[in-house]
């Protein structure tokens, strides 16, 4: 049982480059969930999916998109990539089969440097 | 007003001290509270899940939640220098609808030897 697993550790890019991060969970969970980190902001929802076939935007969606490619996996794109994108980029899942159970689950993150 | 604010921190404390972090948050219909652990270059790790008012206990660790005064504690006793880290606090807002967190800014903990 692996939980949550992210793809790639470790990226450079260059201004307007496009990548994709992945992420899969094998809990059977049903929302997932990406969030960058950056110094002194905490943790920032970008987009999440509450259960499989739906997403929706958090706190910071600009200059991103997702898919919800099935129940295990969530994928982030970057469409062009900009300076401001470097950071630390966790996804995170949660079972989400009542309200009160809000306990997430982080995969390791993925280093994003975008030069 | 942040949604939720952690004590700005860094705390430091010495080994086999109580370590207390606090964290208050805005929203009166929040129902699930959380504590993260995150070491240095890792991912937030849950410790500590809170959904009553009162205190709850896990070895080491109290979380204590106090709904009408919109906080909720961690208290590490007999910390460890393994304890040092960055801790996270997370509030599931009916603002945000139920199935998102709001996470506090962190407070980073130091336990000297």
């Known amino acids: 049982n692996a939980g949550v697993t992210q793809t790639p550790k470790f990226q450079v890019l260059k201004t307007g480059q496009s990548m994709t991060l992945q992420c899969a969970q094998d809990?059977?969970?049903?929302?997932m969930y990406w969030y960058r980190q950056d110094p002194g902001m905490g943790l920032r929802l970008i987009y999440y999916?509450?259960?499989?076939?739906?997403?929706d935007k958090g706190e910071v969606p600009n200059g991103y998109n997702v898919s919800r490619l099935n129940k295990r996996e969530f994928s982030l794109r970057l469409e062009s990539a900009a300076p401001s994108q470097t950071s630390v980029y966790f996804c995170?899942?949660?079972?989400?089969?009542?309200?009160?159970?809000?306990?997430?689950?982080f995969g390791p993150g993925t280093r994003l440097t975008v030069l | 007003q942040k949604e939720v604010e952690q004590n700005s921190g860094p705390l430091s404390v010495p080994e086999g001290a109580i370590a207390s972090l606090n964290c208050t948050y805005s929203?009166?219909?929040?129902?699930?509270f959380f504590w993260y652990r995150q070491y240095s270059g890792k991912s937030p790790e849950l410790i500590m899940s809170i959904y009553s008012n009162g205190d709850k206990e896990d070895g080491r660790f109290t979380a204590q939640l106090n709904k009408a005064s919109q906080y909720v504690s961690l208290l590490i006793r007999d910390s460890q220098p393994s304890d040092s880290a960055t801790y996270l606090c997370?509030?599931?807002?009916?603002?945000?609808?139920?199935?998102?967190?709001?996470f506090g800014e962190g407070t980073q903990l130091t336990v000297n030897p």
């Open positions: 999916s509450a259960s499989e076939g739906t997403t």
């Open positions: 809990m059977n969970h049903n929302s």
């Open positions: 997370a509030v599931n807002s009916r603002e945000t609808s139920g199935s998102r967190l709001t």
């Open positions: 995170a899942s949660r079972l989400g089969l009542a309200e009160t159970y809000n306990e997430q689950f």
């Open positions: 929203d009166r219909g929040s129902q699930s």
